[in-house]
Every structure is written in C-alpha cells, then in structure tokens.
DNA sequence: AACAATCCAAGAACGAAGTT
DNA sequence: AACTTCGTTCTTGGATTGTT
C-alpha cells in the first residue's frame, strides 16, 4: 500500500462549505482497554505543512510518535485534551463518556470551533456541535491525524505514571490493554481502582474468583479466564 | 414488530517472520 | 541488532440484515 500522508483536504472543504473559521480534529485512545480513562484530543491546525511523517498514532512506533508530538506541540494552533474516568465509563457506558471527554478537551480549546471532524463513522458528539464524520480520518486529516499521536502519546505517558503504583500490571507496556501479564496480575490481585469493572472481562474474573473459593484443582482453573 | 446475529468502525498489544 | 510488517488477540457499540 503506498503511504499517502495526509491533508489539509476535508479543513478546506468545511470552511468553504459552512463558512467554518476554525475547524477542529478530533480523536480519541483508550477504547478498548480494561484500565485508565478514554482520552480524546482536539487539535487546530493551520495551512501550513505538517511535520515530516504524520499520519494515524497507531501506524507510528513509539520513538517517533514521541519525536512527532513533540514536533506537533509547536505546529499546532492549539489544542487541548480531555478524559473521561474509568467509574464514569462505567456508569455512562463507553458513547457517553467519550462525548464526555470530547466535550471537556474541545472546551478547553482556547476558541471554540466552529466545526469538529470526527474520525469514524459515527457521531458521537452530535448537537450543538457541528460534526463531518471521516472514516480512517486519523490517516487522512491533518487535524485529526495531529490528535490522534498527541493523545495517545499522553495517555501513554498517564498510564506509565499509573503504573507506578501498580507494578505488577505493566501499564507502562501495555497502556491498560488485556495482555498476558495484564490479565495474570489481574488473576492474582483483582482490579486495581483504575479498572472499568462494568466490562465483559470482569464476568470471567467473577466466575473465575468464585471458582478459586469452592475448589482448588487447578487443572479445572485452566480455560476460565 | 421485535429480537438476534453479523458486519464494520473505532481503540490497542504482542510475537513471529521478514527486511534493512 | 534493530526496525517493519503481518496475523492474531481483545474490547464497545451503531447500523444493517435475517429470523421468528
């Protein structure tokens, strides 16, 4: 496939069809983890040439997307980074929280724009915002692309510091992702305070723990988790 | 009409194999 | 030795298609 980096293209087209002055990227890290907030970021760009190698966070080893957000932090007009915690993940379910975090990292914009583009295909910002949807925005857009490697490099950076005080998780490797160690500390500790409990692992733990209480043939454990 | 299954989109880690 | 690519694994959830 050959790497078409991405544009100013869809930042053009909006303000020539809305009239939008400042248009917003917008795209979030976190989904699918069993810890850690979902984090979205919102970023600004102007014309200008973006810096040499952008595209989508997750096409980018962790060395350059480091080097990168350090780049974009200077070559972005503004942006600015919001969260939603892993207990309102759990009360409000995964669309509501990450409008939630959309909503507090484009309040913290230093202005607020007049239009969004949302990588995906489906709003889950919706009114007031104005919202153009681009799926595979985050290899496409500028914008979108320019959040996508600033707000997984900091929620890398969250977890890592998460990590800290909960060792025998490996956030800092696995950024709250089930992996083997992740899911063995589980096994052996339970959820930390920075575990969605609402997900579909924790029916494994449950039954799991459970099971651990009333026998102790370890050979039956083998399968559960 | 209501419910279930499937597809697609998003988020990601990780290990093996191939390439420089 | 150090990168890159590929295939496999996991999650939620909206939209669509299929079945009763």
């Not at 002055?21 to 989904?31: F, L, N, P, T």
């Not at 069993?34 to 979205?40: L, N």
């Not at 990588?119 to 919202?131: A, E, I, T």
């Not at 985050?138 to 959040?147: F, N």
Request: with cysteine; glycine share 8%; net charge positive.
């Amino acid at each position: 496939m050959p790497y078409e980096p991405p544009t100013h293209r869809v930042e053009r087209s909006l303000r020539a069809t809305t009239g939008a002055k400042v248009v917003a990227g917008v795209d979030e890290v976190g989904r699918g983890a069993w810890a850690g907030p979902v984090t979205v970021c919102a970023a600004v760009t102007g014309l200008r040439r973006p810096p040499e190698g952008l595209t989508d966070s997750k096409l980018l080893t962790p060395r350059r997307r480091e080097h990168l957000a350090h780049e974009l932090g200077g070559w972005v007009t503004a942006h600015s980074l919001g969260h939603s915690s892993p207990e309102e993940i759990d009360a409000w379910g995964m669309t509501a929280a990450l409008r939630m975090a959309a909503v507090r990292a484009l309040e913290g914009l230093p202005l607020r724009p007049d239009a969004v583009i949302l990588d995906g295909k489906h709003d889950y910002l919706g009114r007031p915002w104005r919202v153009r949807t681009v799926i595979k925005g985050d290899q496409t857009c500028v914008a979108v692309a320019a959040a996508s490697v600033l707000a997984k490099v900091r929620r890398d950076a969250m977890m890592a510091e998460l990590g800290e005080s909960h060792a025998d998780f490996a956030f800092a490797d696995n950024a709250g992702y089930p992996s083997p160690v992740h899911r063995a500390a589980l096994e052996e500790f339970g959820p930390t305070p920075y575990h969605r409990l609402s997900w579909a692992y924790m029916d494994g733990l449950r039954r799991w723990q459970h099971l651990k209480k009333i026998r102790t043939d370890p050979v039956e454990q083998i399968g559960l988790f």
